[in-house]
């Protein structure tokens, strides 16, 4: 079990950038495997970046690729999404999840959202246009 606290999120000119970062809690986080998603009104939860256990091995999706970087930090338990250029279509809520992380070389990462097994409450992204 482990559970996942985002923070980071507010409001921000186009242009703009945020720090997101999710804190881990209850168990080893290094045997995790994590992601970001997010879900802006009235649209489904989509995949934004994932990274695997041991940090070696990054995805991002297209629409965020070179804007967003995604980082973990395995002493403190934490995994964090740099965001810079925002656009006013990055509004959305963005969720920290996780998942454990099944290959022997911990390069393995996850983009689906039924793969993933915790997730955290969300925090609110807002860009202004």
């Known amino acids: 079990q482990v559970m996942l606290v985002e923070s980071g999120g507010g409001l921000v000119q186009a242009g703009g950038s945020l720090r997101l970062s999710c804190a881990a809690s209850?168990?080893?986080?290094?045997?995790?495997?994590a992601g970001w998603f997010r879900q802006a009104p009235g649209k489904e939860r989509e995949f934004v970046s994932a990274?695997?256990?041991?940090?070696?091995?990054?995805y991002y999706a297209d629409s965020v690729k070179g804007r967003i970087t995604i980082s973990r930090d395995n002493a403190k338990n934490t995994v964090s999404l740099q965001m810079n250029s925002l656009k006013p279509e990055d509004t959305a809520v963005y969720y920290c999840?996780?998942?454990?992380?099944?290959?022997?070389?911990?390069?393995?990462?996850?983009?689906?959202?039924?793969?993933?097994?915790?997730w955290g409450q969300g925090t609110q992204v807002t860009v202004s246009s």
């Open positions: 999840a996780a998942v454990i992380a099944t290959s022997v070389s911990g390069a393995r990462y996850y983009t689906r959202i039924n793969e993933y097994d915790y």
């Open positions: 209850g168990r080893t986080f290094s045997i995790f495997a």
């Open positions: 990274i695997s256990r041991s940090g070696g091995s990054t």
